[in-house]
């Protein structure tokens, strides 16, 4: 008679145990399912940051070419212009480690009609954070037209090099753009937000502000970034 009311106890704690476990089992997956449907609740929106900075590096090239029918006179021009050139940057304000000369390109012209034999192309080039003496001496190279140095090619190379000094503040600020974005659209959705479900913080782009300006760059980013809406 004990063993059998002690058998049925035991079954009777077996069932209460897994009717606990069940329960238990199916609060966890009703809390996980609602957390998987919150998931399923959010606003993907984009913030912008925008910076106007002046460019800390120049790069300029001064290109220019030699003619001549006889090879000693193309050799004596060629000193006579680079450093026509030369002293033309130095006067400027330019150091000597800031000029740099490639190796002369020379070629023949063996057409009967051309007007000279031996042509050389010179390459010179400036390379300097001075970036406003850039500008300016750019503007007066009419003074080496006058010494018989005729530029091919002159085209300014503005750098801005330290984005890493701007770049944590700007993503702060695209961040805080988008969350005013997706707060915006929480409220007329009569919701609030939560915290970020992702985030992408973008590529940054530097492009030159305007034409007549090209020292002074346009430094942009759009993050895009995932809310949870609760």
Partial sequence: MENTITKKGGKKV?????????????????AAAKGFSNQGKYVEVKGLSERIVKSDRAIWPINFEV?????EDLFSQINTYIGEVKNFLLKAGFTEDEISTAPVQTYQDTYQSSLYRYNAHISMSVYTDKVDLVKQTSQNTL?????GVIMTDSYIQFEYSDINNIKSEMLAEAIANARSSAEEFARDSGVSVGSIARANQGVFTITDKDPGSPEFKN?????TLRYLLK
């Fill in 14 to 30: 077996f069932i209460i145990i897994i009717s606990v476990t069940i329960l238990v089992c199916a609060l966890i997956f009703l």
């Fill in 67 to 71: 003619k001549s029918n006889n090879s």
């Fill in 143 to 147: 003074e080496l037209i006058k010494k």
């Fill in 219 to 223: 430094v942009r980013v759009v993050s």
